[in-house]
């Protein structure tokens, strides 16, 4: 009887245990699948994998560091440059914390923005502006790898630059 008993405790010893590792196991499985990026859904789409917001150790270092912004408008007979730190900063805070995980098939850049330190670029992206689309997305080797919304401050930005391009056209 006592020899029943003792298998009997092994037994719930060895299941107790084997439940214990499946379930860490699961939930490492769940842990990397919830840090991998997720699939795009929609096949309305430009990318397939959602991205990420840029690291804010990159905004940080471009905040202490960049000396200079460039944009080149594709469709504008214009371009614009920044070269002091406040309205780089400035430009800095107009990128949103929140991802933007998907670049809408209908979406189109407007620009091209190019931070630099010294006379190097270290970061370049695209700049998304239209009534449905407002976000930066951050290019490495012309692929996406990050996306960012703007801020209302970024809309203002932009709504103010269009607006003064539209008074010297009309003069």
């Known amino acids: ?35 991998q990026p997720v699939a795009a859904k929609s096949t309305g789409v430009k990318n397939k994998v959602a991205l990420e917001s840029v690291p804010r150790a990159t905004i940080l270092d471009l905040w202490n560091n960049c000396t200079y912004i460039d944009y080149i408008f594709h469709d504008l007979p214009f371009s614009m440059s920044q070269d002091e730190k406040e309205s780089i900063q400035a430009n800095l805070n107009y990128i949103a914390t929140e991802p933007q995980e998907y670049i809408p098939n209908n979406c189109k850049p407007i620009a091209r923005q190019m931070f630099h330190v010294g006379g190097d670029i270290v970061l370049e992206c695209d700049v998304y502006l239209s009534d449905q689309c407002q976000f930066y997305v951050f290019v490495e080797n012309e692929k996406p790898k990050y996306a960012n919304k703007m801020t209302q401050e970024a809309l203002k930005f932009f709504g103010t630059m269009f607006s003064k391009v539209d008074q010297q056209k009309a003069n």
């Open 1 to 35: 009887m006592q020899f029943r008993i003792y298998l009997i405790a092994i037994i719930g010893v060895f299941t107790l245990i084997s439940c214990g590792e499946a379930n860490e196991t699961a939930k490492k499985t769940n842990a990397n699948k919830t840090s």
